[in-house]
């Protein structure tokens, strides 16, 4: 934590550079806020620096509905929706929607089916199916050229639910079936 000094002339001159660094709790209000906060000035001897907004709620203060300081830089909140999107490309890559459908991938991050498309529309340019389908392809490309399964197995190792659907998937991205690609990279 920085010391008492550093952290009153940053909030005095409500320097961005420490924002997120320190909360300033004021005694009188039993509010805590960001060192940015364009709220008026509260006198020095009423103010305590915590190191976190963790810190200051869990001594009793409650957030300014101002400045949002659970929304400081290097909170979760502060990426906004891109935290989402970036989780629920984690769990795709995992293997997400290989066995379940987008509803449930939504569910487990706590937004609805529609919500999550719109995200993935907006930072991704792609539907969250786009995106499994895409990383299934690329694993059966890498069990393709990495080995001599059978083809069976790689379409399941991939996680595509059926053969037919690993051959569909492969001829419409690559303009032929997996087998002829096996043939082209041997």
């Not at 961005?16 to 020095?44: E, H, M, N, S, W």
């Not at 400045?67 to 490309?89: H, K, M, Y």
């Not at 990383?135 to 996680?159: C, F, N, Y």
Request: hydrophobic share 40%; charged share 25%; aromatic share 8%.
């Amino acid at each position: 934590m920085l010391d008492f000094d550093t952290c009153e002339a940053a909030r005095l001159k409500r320097d961005p550079a420490y924002d997120g660094r320190f909360f300033v709790a004021v005694r009188t209000t039993g509010i805590y806020c960001r060192p940015v906060c364009p709220v008026k000035q509260p006198l020095t001897r009423n103010v305590i620096y915590y190191p976190s907004a963790a810190a200051a709620e869990k001594a009793g203060y409650r957030p300014c509905l101002r400045c949002r300081p659970e929304t400081a830089p290097f909170s979760a909140a502060w990426n906004g929706t891109q935290t989402t999107v970036t989780r629920a490309l984690r769990l795709i890559e995992d293997g997400a929607l290989d066995t379940s459908g987008v509803d449930d991938l939504a569910a487990r991050l706590g937004v609805g089916a529609r919500h999550l498309g719109r995200l993935f529309a907006r930072h991704v340019g792609a539907s969250p199916s786009d995106v499994a389908r895409t990383a299934r392809i690329q694993r059966a490309k890498r069990l393709l050229s990495d080995g001599d399964l059978p083809i069976a197995e790689i379409a399941v190792r991939a996680g595509f639910r059926s053969v037919r659907r690993f051959n569909a998937a492969f001829t419409k991205l690559y303009g032929r079936p997996p087998s002829a690609l096996r043939r082209t990279v041997a």
